[in-house]
């Protein structure tokens, strides 16, 4: 049967856009729902402010009037300003076990970034670094964490049989909260707060935390900078992803380091894990998914750490033993088994160092890939508009 691939133009296409993995990945168990609206809004032009300097595009695969695949196209021009390299992204991709629809929707996508002026394509990105990104190759039998990729083991080598090469490697780990807290990790969060007169703010309410939140991202922008295809975050960009993150933060959760200044000089964020809870919310929050998100959140036995950043300044002294000191309190008093990094670059050798102090097993890596396109070559798409 032959595949049709159709540009997604309607409110109807787009929300079967964002179902088809729930039909894709429905009897598997280590799959995490995304919230429905929230990625309906993350693809909307009129709801996301990372059209601002961002283009995109969307199209379905079907077989008949069965839809077995999905890709979206996207041009950040502020990536292509920061890196100097014309390299368009594909994103949010799923597919059958077929080598031709992957290959339809991957020539459809590379088709519009010609189009577009691009000399190549890297992928799996979104739109920002927040977005799912990477193709899982390490990890199918390991429950995926709410916000990341999961994928079948198919994906991988059919996305690199069209061409593409690995460009980066993500990898994450899970550890168990141990009874103790290290000794040395204990010792050196006293000598740093000493040497250099830091202090931890802890808030009562997720309120509190809310003036500190420019500083947090703010600190992001300059410590994220080196890491592969990451654009700094406009404010507008900053306004959206403090909204989603501090819905879900629990203030016992999220430390903040500060200066005798009062200034933000590191931070961590880390949630209970939802992933449990959204596999039995169907990623919807009504009628019953505020439910299973609440008690997630009222009892965790999993925490996700999901952003961790210490100013320049202030990096490879000791400060993340801070962070890891406190947190370790605070897990031990709230009875949490174990934590998940999420995904971090395999070359990104300070986030990994304060680690080192705990015992870990790395269970999971996605892979970014690229591919450049040869100068006058053609595509042969079939594709309906």
Not at 5 to 23: H, I
Not at 222 to 248: C, M, N, R, W
Not at 313 to 334: C, D, P, R, T
Not at 341 to 346: F, G, Q, Y
């Amino acid at each position: 049967m032959s595949i049709r691939l159709e540009a997604v133009t309607t409110a109807k296409q787009l929300n079967s856009f964002v179902l088809f993995p729930f039909r894709l990945y429905k009897a598997n168990p280590y799959w995490v729902p995304p919230f429905k609206q929230g990625l309906l809004d993350t693809l909307s032009a009129e709801k996301n402010p990372a059209f601002a300097h961002c283009r995109a595009r969307y199209w379905l695969a079907y077989k008949g009037e069965t839809i077995v695949g999905r890709i979206a196209g996207i041009v950040n021009e502020n990536y292509i300003d920061q890196w100097g390299e014309r390299l368009g992204r594909f994103g949010w991709i799923d597919f059958i076990d077929d080598a031709e629809v992957a290959g339809a929707l991957l020539d459809t996508v590379e088709l519009w970034l010609r189009e577009s002026g691009m000399s190549g394509i890297i992928g799996p990105m979104g739109f920002t670094n927040f977005d799912t990104s990477g193709t899982l190759v390490d990890g199918f039998t390991e429950l995926s964490t709410f916000g990341a990729t999961f994928n079948y083991p198919y994906y991988a080598p059919t996305i690199e049989a069209q061409g593409y090469v690995k460009i980066s490697d993500w990898v994450e780990y899970q550890m168990p909260v141990a009874p103790e807290i290290p000794a040395k990790v204990e010792r050196l969060a006293q000598i740093i707060a000493r040497r250099f007169n830091l202090h931890l703010f802890f808030a009562d309410k997720a309120q509190d935390l809310l003036p500190y939140a420019h500083q947090v991202f703010e600190i992001m922008n300059e410590t994220y900078t080196d890491i592969y295809g990451f654009v700094p975050l406009s404010d507008a960009q900053i306004e959206k992803y403090t909204h989603d993150y501090f819905g879900f933060i629990r203030p016992e959760y999220v430390p903040l380091i500060v200066n005798e200044s009062g200034d933000v000089v590191a931070f961590a964020i880390t949630i209970p894990s939802l992933a449990k809870a959204m596999q039995r919310a169907h990623g919807r929050l009504l009628p019953f998914g505020f439910w299973h998100i609440y008690k997630a959140m009222r009892r965790p036995r999993c925490i996700d750490f999901m952003l961790t950043a210490v100013r320049p300044e202030y990096q490879n002294k000791g400060v993340n033993a801070m962070l890891m000191y406190e947190l370790h309190k605070v897990f031990l008093s709230k009875d949490i088994q174990y934590v998940e990094t999420n995904w971090e670059n395999e070359d990104n050798t300070k986030i990994q160092a304060q680690w080192r102090f705990y015992e870990r097993r790395q269970h999971k890596r996605r892979r970014v890939f690229r591919k450049d396109f040869a100068e006058g070559e053609t595509l042969n798409v079939k594709r309906q508009a």
